[in-house]
């Protein structure tokens, strides 16, 4: 064969490949489980490709597909679009995924991203608490025990009916394995009892899936959550402080300056330090903001490990 014939056979093998790579890209633009696995893929894969990823979770959350909208929520999360996850997780929890539905109230119970809704909180996590048996179930159930604490009795006992009619209008019956099950911790099991229990669009494969994705990136999720509740609360917080900082400058109250920045997080120094130059420098709030801010990673850092305590719940670095 010569020379040009060859270099003819190998662009036809390049288009012909080229031409059924843009075939199938086409045809799993129309399958959200083929979207959604690519985007595992791609992450798994390459974690720096979050922007990739996430596009595949988008296009497969167009076609309501649960666990994409959950993991979309996810990588907004872990990219600071704190706003864009409350929306995909509140999204993900009305699909009935348990996963969502937990960090949804958390989000609820903040009021970070969401306003803040102590029945609302109450009502996901009490859902989605029954059905998470991974090493994230303490820090729900802490979270769960903490927010009955601030409802009344009474609307406890409405929730708590209001949730058990939910699960038997969207469950599948769950039979004598169930026990058998939940003692086990290997992904097959925790998809298969999900198979068992979650709406019926959640199939096993999708459930073995997810369950998958879960166990890789466990810690990660919940602490993007939690960082990114944090966050989300932390520019209003400033803001508060902020304009509080000059109301007590202008009433001569020290005391009560220091007291709100310690209340954001703001070391002991730093709040000197920042009082101290507001009052030298005849700071505008914006200026003061910023120079709060200076400080982020030390302030989100304090709100994660405030967050905890308040719900009780203990992590070791």
């Known amino acids: 064969m010569g020379l040009t014939a060859l270099m003819a056979l190998i662009v036809l093998m390049i288009s012909t490949f080229l031409m059924g790579e843009e075939s199938r890209v086409r045809a799993s633009d129309k399958d959200p489980k083929a979207l959604n696995q690519m985007g595992l893929a791609?992450?798994?894969?390459?974690?720096t490709k979050v922007?990739?990823?996430?596009?595949?979770?988008?296009?497969?959350?167009?076609?309501?597909?649960?666990?994409?909208?959950?993991?979309?929520?996810?990588?907004?999360?872990?990219?600071?679009?704190?706003?864009?996850?409350?929306?995909?997780?509140?999204?993900?929890?009305?699909?009935?995924?348990?996963q969502a539905a937990c960090r949804l109230s958390l989000i609820y119970r903040m009021g970070y991203g969401l306003p803040q809704n102590d029945l609302e909180a109450y009502r996901w996590i009490l859902f989605g608490s029954a059905y998470i048996f991974d090493d994230e179930r303490e820090f729900w159930l802490k979270l769960k025990e903490e927010i009955v604490t601030r409802l009344s009795q009474a609307d406890v006992k409405r929730i708590q009916n209001e949730v058990s009619k939910l699960s038997k209008k969207h469950m599948t019956r769950i039979d004598n394995r169930n026990d058998e099950i939940l003692n086990q911790n290997d992904v097959t099991a925790k998809a298969e009892f999900l198979k068992l229990v979650a709406k019926n669009e959640l199939d096993y494969e999708l459930a073995k899936e997810q369950a998958e994705f879960n166990r890789n990136m466990l810690s990660a999720q919940l602490m993007a959550t939690v960082k990114?509740?944090?966050e989300a609360g932390l520019d209003r917080d400033v803001n508060e402080v902020a304009t509080a900082l000059h109301t007590y400058i202008s009433n001569n109250d020290k005391d009560g300056a220091i007291k709100s920045l310690l209340s954001i997080g703001v070391s002991n120094n730093d709040a000197e330090a920042v009082y101290n130059e507001t009052i030298d420098g005849n700071l505008s709030i914006p200026i003061i903001k910023q120079r709060i801010l200076m400080n982020k990673d030390s302030l989100v850092k304090a709100g994660i490990q405030r967050l905890l305590g308040e719900i009780g719940f203990n992590r070791s670095e």
Do not use: R, W
């Open 42 to 47: 791609i992450f798994m894969a390459d974690s």
């Open 228 to 230: 990114g509740v944090v």
């Open 51 to 98: 922007d990739l990823a996430t596009q595949m979770f988008a296009k497969a959350a167009t076609l309501d597909y649960p666990v994409a909208v959950y993991n979309l929520a996810v990588l907004h999360d872990m990219k600071g679009e704190h706003l864009e996850a409350a929306k995909c997780f509140l999204k993900a929890a009305n699909m009935l995924l348990p």
